[in-house]
């Protein structure tokens, strides 16, 4: 991958992006995601924001290399410090860790979101407490996909501010959208997990350690949940 040809999963993201958008990618690693848009005339501006030293070298380098300084700002930042008042951005990318930690940078940067910006989101698991995140701040789901990468599965949510949206705590498990298109993919990927839950349980009913009932609760209504969903 380069800034040329994208991971599979960096091009599925890539589609949800508005045309002409102004993008903030936060945790943008090389930015070849920025680079690869600005070549392409998809967007207008980004800024590729890093919080660790190394990653914003090797960004800077990407969009020197590439002549692009005059269309992507490089910042080195916290999260979503990274977007400025002046920067106007119009969609926020946030890709390749974990639904919690996108929540974390979600919650502690509120203050640098204008509220008309879309998200796309592209976790690493922990996709049950971003969705919770999203309806908990007014934030609609408008797309979800699932795709498998390298024996992976990788899931891409899209939300914008919306009227209040509520969803139940299985939409919030498995994915609104997702539990409506079923794809082939989303359900191989729940066979796979509900073959794990089970193995999890079987495991708990041997343990000699004592393990928090709410905890065995939780998983068994998740195993229920999942036969649900396949039946």
Request: include cysteine; hydrophobic fraction near 45%; charged fraction near 25%.
């Amino acid at each position: 991958m380069n800034e040329h040809t994208l991971s599979q999963r960096l091009e599925r993201v890539a589609a949800h992006i508005p045309a002409g958008a102004r993008l903030a990618d936060i945790g943008s690693d090389h930015a070849y995601l920025p680079v690869a848009l600005i070549h392409r005339g998809a967007i207008a501006a980004a800024v590729a924001g890093e919080v660790a030293a190394t990653p914003f070298q090797a960004a800077n380098r990407t969009v020197a290399d590439n002549g692009l300084a005059q269309h992507i700002t490089v910042r080195l930042a916290d999260g979503l410090a990274a977007i400025q008042a002046g920067d106007d951005i119009t969609a926020v990318s946030l890709c390749g860790m974990g639904g919690e930690t996108i929540r974390d940078i979600l919650d502690s940067g509120k203050a640098h979101l204008n509220g008309r910006e879309r998200l796309i989101l592209q976790p690493n698991g922990g996709e049950q407490p971003l969705r919770q995140w999203l309806m908990d701040n007014g934030y609609q789901i408008l797309h979800e996909e699932l795709l498998r990468e390298n024996r992976f599965y990788y899931e891409i949510i899209v939300a914008e501010r919306a009227e209040t949206m509520t969803y139940t705590a299985e939409q919030l498990y498995f994915g609104p959208l997702q539990m409506q298109a079923r794809s082939e993919d989303f359900l191989a990927k729940w066979q796979r997990i509900l073959r794990e839950k089970r193995k999890t349980l079987a495991s708990l009913e041997q343990a000699r350690q004592a393990v928090p009932e709410q905890k065995v609760q939780e998983i068994v209504q998740q195993v229920k949940w999942i036969d649900q969903l396949l039946a």
